[in-house]
């Protein structure tokens, strides 16, 4: 191997490192997560997934200790689910 390779080699292996950690791990279909756990999987920031959450547009929490709220994982793919067949109901100008 030349030194050429070698470092082309090394490049990739970086690369490959950085990208593998800005992947989270897919959302578990059961159990529940946390706001902090969901973001990752979402296009918003914190306060708007409670804003949503507060005005129906997002599944609603379930209080699982006076400190603990969490988002069971299947009302959170369900909505997914329908986000993504909302989005296959418009043309490309996001008319119906």
Same mark, same amino acid.
């Given at each position: 191997?030349?030194? %050429? /390779? #070698?470092?082309? /080699? %090394?490049?990739? !292996? $970086?690369?490959? *490192?950085?990208?593998?950690?800005?992947?989270?791990?897919?959302?578990?279909? /059961?159990? +529940?997560? *946390? %706001? =902090?756990?969901?973001?990752?999987?979402?296009?918003?920031? $914190?306060? #708007?997934?409670?804003?949503? #959450?507060? $005005?129906?547009? +997002?599944? =609603?929490?379930?209080?699982?200790?006076?400190?603990?709220?969490? @988002?069971?994982?299947?009302?959170?793919? %369900? @909505?997914? =689910?329908?986000?993504? !067949?909302?989005? $296959?109901?418009?043309?490309?100008?996001?008319?119906?």
């Amino acid at each position: 191997m030349t030194t %050429a /390779n #070698t470092s082309q /080699n %090394a490049n990739k !292996s $970086e690369l490959d *490192r950085q990208t593998s950690n800005t992947q989270p791990p897919a959302l578990p279909v /059961n159990g +529940f997560s *946390r %706001a =902090k756990q969901l973001l990752p999987y979402l296009p918003i920031g $914190e306060s #708007t997934l409670w804003k949503w #959450t507060k $005005e129906g547009l +997002f599944p =609603k929490p379930h209080k699982l200790s006076p400190t603990v709220t969490a @988002w069971a994982n299947e009302d959170v793919h %369900a @909505w997914f =689910k329908a986000q993504a !067949s909302n989005d $296959e109901n418009y043309n490309d100008d996001g008319v119906a």
